[in-house]
């Protein structure tokens, strides 16, 4: 691992990325059954498909039929509409979940390591 980034700022050094990950391992994050973001995911999809299936055969039933036919047509086509946009919105948020906490424990740590090279150069200088 290099000492550097592109930008010049130090990455998270080897014993410190070695804690990083131990920290999160500990955390014990379980995939499957207990992944509330994953069965959001599903949940979101579903819908998704679910209000797609609405609007087409609100669609199909509209062709032709009378204008009473037509308005209620109209109405559960906007329900798809509507069911299918709470899918996307569901899938989006579980699906950003966990790869933004994942950025969030690893800004944590990198924080917390320039806090101790700051204390410890302070401390450099008080020594002097």
């Known amino acids: 691992m290099s ?3 592109a930008g010049g700022s ?3 050094s080897s014993a410190r ?16 059954g207990a992944n509330p973001e994953r069965t959001g995911t599903a949940w979101g999809v579903g819908l ?7 609007v087409v ?5 509209a062709k032709g039929a009378s204008t009473g036919t037509q308005l209620t047509a109209e109405i559960a086509a906007l329900i798809g509409v509507l069911v299918g946009l709470v899918g996307v919105a569901l899938w989006v948020r579980n699906s950003l979940t966990r ?8 800004l944590i740590y990198e924080d917390r390591e320039q806090t101790e ?12």
């Open 99 to 106: 790869y933004l906490r994942y950025w969030l424990i690893r």
């Open 10 to 12: 130090e990455v998270m």
């Open 48 to 54: 998704g498909i679910v209000g797609a299936i609405i």
């Open 57 to 61: 055969v609100s669609w199909l039933s």
């Open 3 to 5: 000492k550097e980034t």
């Open 17 to 32: 990325l070695s804690q990083f990950q131990d920290e999160v391992t500990k955390l014990k994050l379980k995939g499957g």
């Open 117 to 128: 090279r700051l204390i410890a150069a302070i401390e450099k200088l008080a020594e002097k």
